[in-house]
């Protein structure tokens, strides 16, 4: 199993340009489904979770080409069956997504339970809540969702309880081809949830409401081929910015979307930094001594729960306590135990984080990644942790950052990955 090592005590300084967001890539690759004839997509993202996703959509028989310029060329016409399979679907929560594209087009579909999860139970009872509303039948048997629309989807109305992003999404592309109009009430309003309607959206679909609470889809008869370039990925470009606040130094991200990060930008200045920003580049210098900042996360426009681990890195080097509360998943704070390996000094009660941070305060020691943004968190502290920082099970991190050692020795750090 790969594992990073990390020197820490160097600045970042210099410039990186964002890749593709992962999770706009996913649901847009399911959207693949919908489609007569091909979608040729760009600016799609080097990472596992976009492999998987292919791979779901390949074990159904969609023919997958990259041309000359690296454009991904997806082709679902001829489909040998509407499975998705367990062992991709418990690797990959996200490939629900391919349930509300394969009913609409389809009429049927199969996707496995995604089980337990790292972050908490994660359940998808409101993705079915959603497919019944619109008409389909739908049984949990054997670990697998069934679900059936012999005489195709009808609009209806559906309102969210709890804000889902996939379940969104699976909501719209579920619509997107039902007969008569659909309105989603309490709709997620990421930005990649925006993505995915304009690329339905140049497909042909009718779609009203793009970055509201409620969504109005205008259901048409068939999807016609397109070209869609995906949009930057804001939690990356986040990601990296918090790592420069903590080492100190001056990075510009180019390629991002300035617009989609204000609730964390607003917390990196308030903890120090000094952002500008012109045009789609962000540049971040870091010069000062880090003050703690308090979080809270929640849905879109607010603070991401996707940067919650990273926060926690940044304030256990910063001098003074804070508070970080997790409001969107239960269990999502397994890298707290890590930190407080590499000296943190970090309390939990309940969803929230107590953090009492103290400059120099990170030292080396063996960690382990547990999901995700954890590993992430774990990286940002092994920039300024003294001595060597080994991070097992790295795999999580390749799922959502692609090429990290690379891009972040670019700018100064002196990251080495270790096979086997
Ligand atoms: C998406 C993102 C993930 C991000 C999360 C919250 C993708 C591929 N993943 O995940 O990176 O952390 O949004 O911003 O876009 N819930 C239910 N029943 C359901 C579905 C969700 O109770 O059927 C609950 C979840 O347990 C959670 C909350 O709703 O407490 C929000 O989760 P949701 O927005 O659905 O997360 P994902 O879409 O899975």
Known sequence: MDKLIIEGGHSLNGSLKASGAKNSALPILASSLLLEGKLTLSNIPHLKDVTTMIEVLGSMGANITLDEDMNLEIDTSNLKNQIARYELVKTMRASVLVLGPLLAKFGQAEVALPGGCAIGSRPVNLHLDCMKKLGAEVVTEGGYIKAKAENGLKGAE?????????????????????????????????????????????????????????LMVFGVKELKQTSYEVMPDRIETATYLTAVAMTGGEVSIKNSMPETLDSVLKKLTEAGAKIDINENTINLKMDKNLKPVDISTAPYPLFPTDMQAQFISLNTIAEGQSSV??????????????????????????????????????????????????????????????????IDRIYHIDRGYERIEEKLNSLGANIERVTG
């Open 158 to 214: 559906i309102l969210f309880d709890t804000i889902s992003v996939t379940g969104t999404e699976n909501a719209i592309m579920a619509a997107v081809l039902a007969e008569g109009e659909t309105v989603i009430k309490n709709a997620a309003r990421e930005p990649e949830v925006g993505d995915l309607i304009d690329c339905l959206i140049s497909m042909g679909a009718k779609i009203k409401g793009k970055g509201t609470k409620e």
């Open 325 to 390: 509360v997790e409001t969107i998943f239960e269990n999502r704070f397994m890298h707290v135990q890590e930190l407080i390996r590499m000296g943190g000094d970090i309390s939990l009660a309940g969803n929230t984080a107590i953090i009492n941070g103290k400059k120099n305060s990170l030292h080396s020691a063996p960690v382990m990644a547990t999901d995700l943004r954890a590993s992430a968190s774990l990286v940002l502290a092994g920039l300024v942790a003294k001595g060597e920082t080994k």
